[in-house]
T-cell receptor, first 115, second 116 residues
Framework: GAGVSQTPSNKVTEKGKYVELRCDPI?????LYWYRQSLGQGPEFLIY????????DSGLPNDRFFAVRPEGSVSTLKIQRTERGDSAVYLC?????????????FGPGTRLTVT | AQKVTQAQTEISVVEKEDVTLDCVYE???????LFWYKQPPSGELVFLIR??????QNEISGRYSWNFQKSTSSFNFTITASQVVDSAVYFC?????????????FGKGTKLTVNP
């Protein structure tokens, strides 16, 4: 079956530009997570959706970062006025339900490079 | 605050050697979950195991085994008779069992290279 997919796989943008990163979760998965992984580091939590609502956005680094999931399926992570420090791999994960008993399935990530 | 420490940045072994990856965690909660993930060169994180804080039994799955010790806040991972395909970055992670968010807190990872 299809896993979590993320598009684009690579994105190069100039400092100051706006970018959108897309995540297609596994069909039927109600929970969706965004993480950011910098080089040589473990993934860092950004935001968690249960259905359409952001249940926990405590990991978003500042107000340049925003994410939506309007229909409870596909999610878009939006970054305004990108900075070089935003360069990282952005990972999306989905799970069948809410709670640690549900395994998080990760996508391949989007590698964002801000020049 | 939650924290996961993987002190070993890189480990290199020869095929068929046993190797143990260390993980030490910090949490104030009495109920929490521990995880190990594998990240091969392709980049996708692969779930290996989940353990809750009330279950200290060691677990074995094929060549993989996990040793959970609450007394030392450790959740170590051993690969027996390592193979080249085991080469990857391995992450230990922690999640507190609170309603509303089951975010994972990851360590920095240990890069394992298994040489033929």
């Amino acid at each position: 079956g299809a896993g979590v997919s993320q598009t684009p796989s690579n994105k190069v943008t100039e400092k100051g530009k706006y970018v959108e990163l897309r995540c297609d979760p596994i069909s039927g998965h109600t929970a969706l997570y965004w993480y950011r992984q910098s080089l040589g580091q473990g993934p860092e939590f950004l935001i968690y959706f249960q259905g359409t609502g952001a249940a926990d956005d405590s990991g978003l680094p500042n107000d340049r970062f925003f994410a939506v999931r309007p229909e409870g399926s596909v999610s878009t992570l939006k970054i305004q006025r990108t900075e070089r420090g935003d360069s990282a791999v952005y990972l999306c994960a989905s799970s069948l339900g809410s709670g640690v008993n549900y395994e998080q399935y990760f996508g391949p990530g989007t590698r964002l490079t801000v020049t | 605050a939650q924290k996961v420490t993987q002190a070993q940045t890189e480990i290199s072994v020869v095929e068929k050697e046993d190797v143990t990856l260390d993980c030490v965690y910090e949490t104030r909660d009495t109920t929490y979950y521990l995880f190990w993930y594998k990240q091969p060169p392709s980049g996708e994180l692969v779930f290996l195991i989940r353990r809750n804080s009330f279950d200290e039994q060691n677990e074995i799955s094929g060549r993989y085994s996990w040793n959970f010790q609450k007394s030392t806040s450790s959740f170590n991972f051993t690969i027996t008779a390592s193979q080249v395909v085991d080469s990857a970055v391995y992450f230990c992670a922690l999640s507190e069992a609170r309603g509303g968010s089951e975010k994972l807190v990851f360590g920095k990872g240990t890069k394992l290279t298994v040489n033929p």
